[in-house]
């Protein structure tokens, strides 16, 4: 009898070491932004794998995809991207064993570098009760969602909630209500990362060295070839530096690549010509796939690099051929023309 017994500890030993060991090798972020799939959804699209009709979120899962990044803004005209929307996404992603990444843009609509503009409910609102709506907002949001990554605003580079938060005019009211955030998600969860997002490579010192005092976990940065330079060494190097300088695991927040220079709508597409790419990677499936292989890997072998996140991922031309408002993004989604799944999926294998 104790000898089925020490057999029985030693046996749940070896399983938690190896469930350990598994658990660590998948902290490495291999993401897909999947923002306008209940949009899409919405409107009758039907995703395939190997040409058999899929869901999304499971095809992702099953070729390696272990976190889906979600925007969510405060009060959308349309109700899509908001709290009630991504509060169904997230649990659809959660029921199959992914994470959840929520970027938060304390906004109506899009923030970025050149908009950060408040939601309406809060215009009026004076400085003071801005920091309070900010505290109510992140602490709602983490009761009913709790994400695994959360990313306190969008394209940051400026700062947040202009005009009182933002950086170059008003550094200390923007890093108050970062802070502010920050505090509201530390106060429901330990384990949950907070992440700071910059687009691009140029300028990021600058940013990152204003935040140096805020408590935030990741380093996020966008990449795009037709934004931030073709330099894939250059991207590196800006990751080990802030990473090593800031002491911050650092993630690709952002990064995209077209499979093809054609069009399936009439809806103007963003990238369409071979300047606009890294010469060394064509617009094919292959180049796409081979492109996301190289920024997996340039990931991995930065000194503080923990992930990479693909975005636009699902937005396929999906209002037709002849839709004027359809995607600018379909010759760059991980879906091709007949919405079936690239080969680019495979980057996001844990090897």
Request: glycine share 6%; proline share 3%; hydrophobic share 35%.
């Amino acid at each position: 009898m104790k000898k089925l017994a020490l057999l029985a500890v030693i046996a749940m030993v070896l399983s938690c070491s190896s469930d350990s060991k598994s658990g660590t090798q998948d902290t490495f972020i291999r993401a897909a932004d999947m923002s306008y799939l209940p949009l899409i959804e919405s409107e009758g699209t039907i995703y395939k794998h190997n040409n058999v009709a899929e869901d999304a979120v499971t095809t992702l899962k099953n070729a390696g995809c272990n976190t889906i990044r979600i925007r969510l803004w405060q009060n959308p005209s349309d109700g899509h991207s908001s709290l009630n929307e991504v509060k169904a996404l997230a649990l659809r992603v959660k029921q199959v064993g992914m994470k959840v990444w929520l970027t938060v843009h304390y906004s109506d609509t899009w923030a970025d570098p050149g908009n950060q503009t408040k939601p309406v409910a809060w215009q009026n609102l004076n400085y003071t009760d801005l920091k309070t709506a900010v505290s109510n907002y992140t602490i709602q949001i983490m009761t009913e969602i709790y994400p695994d990554i959360i990313q306190i605003g969008n394209e940051t580079n400026d700062g947040l909630l202009w005009p009182e938060g933002k950086l170059s005019t008003n550094e200390s009211q923007y890093l108050e209500l970062v802070s502010t955030a920050v505090t509201a998600v530390r106060s429901k969860s330990t384990t949950t990362k907070i992440m700071l997002h910059y687009a691009g490579i140029s300028g990021s010192d600058w940013f990152f060295s204003k935040v140096a005092n805020v408590d935030y976990d990741y380093i996020g940065i966008s990449y795009y070839p037709i934004y931030h330079g073709k330099s894939l060494t250059d991207l590196q190097n800006k990751m080990n530096t802030l990473g090593q300088l800031y002491n911050k695991k650092v993630v690709i927040a952002e990064t995209a690549y077209p499979f093809t220079f054609g069009y399936n709508d009439y809806t103007n597409n963003i990238l369409g010509l071979s300047s606009q790419i890294i010469p060394a990677y064509a617009a094919s499936n292959d180049g796409q796939k081979q492109y996301l292989l190289a920024i997996k890997n340039l990931v991995k072998q930065s000194t503080n690099g923990i992930g990479f996140c693909y975005w636009g991922a699902e937005w396929v031309a999906f209002r037709g051929p002849t839709s004027t408002n359809g995607s600018p993004w379909e010759n760059q989604a991980l879906w091709d023309f007949t919405n079936n799944s690239l080969p680019a999926m495979d980057a996001f294998n844990a090897n």
